[in-house]
């Protein structure tokens, strides 16, 4: 079975800060297989990744609402036994909360409206990127087409949300996630049956990564990632005033999108501080320019810590990113990200939600310590276990014994 043509359902296509779901895709078509893209939502973003847009002719968009309702009308009475238990498990779970009822039910309508288009593609197997609306939308998808299904999990999909979380486990071929400690997490929490789980991490283009040159390493230190609580910049604000003193003339870039009114209380932070000239706030970058300022920092500091709703990080990609191009990596040993950086072998791992911690992880990363073995062995663990080939052949592996279980 050397080709295989799979469907891939998300949320959004293309999306900025999914670059990991297109680097899969990307990696699966030059492989030979086809790939097709269901995304629930129309194109919205203003920003698009070049490796993203390549694949815009393979994208499938829902119809009008009108057209939504009708067709999943008609899906449902073609097939009223399955769909029917899906209806009542949403309304069972979500009764009490009329958004996510909501969205529920727009995801299926969107996914029905996209049956028609996707018939004549004659797709063997269905994966979905997040454990919520995607693979709601697969799962009838699946019971339409008569296709095995399977869904990737991550980060707030399984710590903040529960989306029929274990329905969808028992009812798909089999299930991803991007760590061991989310297996853990599935099977403790939700009751998942932890064999039908398998660990795919977000692998890294490693080609693409030695294509960008060796690092030239400054002093300056950088962090990337969404303005979000569980990202941690508060506390290396904090651990760039207790570093100045030491360090005057100390530099530090963040760089990433905005969530919400999240800017404001660092800005004014770094004001009380008094170390306005020792840190730039920078909106979200190109991956190019991302790429180029990790070459040139001395350290990548992102110091995740777990929400005050429970979410968190799952693996950074940006940390793989930044060990793949041997730049210095400091973090918390949060969630999975122990099985990327071990302490005082390929990084530094910190007491999350301490700053004094931090800044010591900065200041050692700096001293230049054992830094060079560091760095070896950083990039040594993204080519043996976060490669994206080797993960790609993972999902290849998995993708084949469905579609052979179903032949």
Not at 53 to 63: A, C, E, F, T, W
Not at 149 to 171: G, M, N, P
Not at 237 to 266: F, M, N, Q, R, W
Not at 354 to 374: F, M, Q, V
Request: proline residues 4%; negative net charge; hydrophobic residues 40%.
């Amino acid at each position: 079975m050397e080709n295989m043509k799979i469907l891939y359902v998300v949320s959004l296509y293309p999306c900025w800060s999914e670059t990991f779901i297109v680097r899969e895709i990307n990696t699966l078509i030059k492989r030979g297989h086809t790939v097709y893209i269901a995304s629930l939502k129309h194109d919205c973003e203003e920003f698009a990744h070049p490796d993203a847009l390549q694949n815009k002719d393979r994208v499938i968009y829902p119809s009008g609402t009108a057209k939504q309702l009708l067709a999943l009308t008609k899906v449902f009475f073609q097939n009223p036994f399955r769909l029917t238990e899906l209806l009542l498990s949403s309304i069972a779970k979500f009764w009490n909360k009329p958004e996510p009822l909501f969205k529920t039910f727009a995801s299926l309508a969107r996914a029905a409206s996209m049956v028609e288009v996707i018939k004549p593609l004659d797709i063997q197997h269905i994966h979905a990127h997040w454990a919520t609306y995607p693979s709601t939308a697969s799962v009838l998808l699946s019971d339409v087409l008569h296709t095995p299904f399977s869904f990737t999990s991550h980060a707030h999909d399984i710590f903040v949300e529960d989306q029929l979380i274990k329905y969808k486990v028992d009812r798909c071929k089999f299930a991803c996630t991007i760590s061991h400690h989310n297996v853990r997490w599935l099977a403790s929490k939700y009751g998942a049956d932890s064999s039908k789980v398998h660990v795919v991490h977000c692998g890294i283009d490693l080609e693409q990564m030695r294509s960008f040159g060796e690092v030239e390493r400054n002093t300056s230190i950088l962090a990337v990632g969404r303005f979000d609580e569980i990202k941690g910049f508060k506390y290396l604000i904090e651990a760039i005033g207790i570093l100045k003193s030491e360090y005057p003339d100390i530099h530090c870039e963040l760089v990433g999108a905005v969530d919400g009114d999240t800017l404001t209380p660092l800005q004014a932070r770094i004001s009380e501080l008094g170390i306005e000239e020792n840190i730039d706030l920078l909106g979200a970058q190109s991956q190019d320019v991302v790429v180029e300022k990790m070459k040139s920092c001395g350290v990548f500091v992102l110091p995740c810590v777990v929400g005050s709703d429970g979410n968190m990080d799952g693996i950074p990609v940006v940390l793989m990113e930044a060990m793949a191009l041997g730049t210095p990596v400091v973090s918390t040993g949060i969630s999975g990200i122990p099985e990327l950086i071990e302490h005082e072998k390929n990084g530094i791992l910190v007491e999350p939600n301490d700053p004094l911690s931090l800044a010591r992880g900065i200041k050692c990363t700096l001293s230049g310590k054992n830094l060079d073995e560091r760095v070896k062995a950083a990039r040594e663990r993204i080519t043996n276990e976060f490669n994206i080939e080797h993960e790609v052949s993972k999902l290849e592996t998995l993708f084949r014994d469905s579609i052979g279980s179903c032949d």
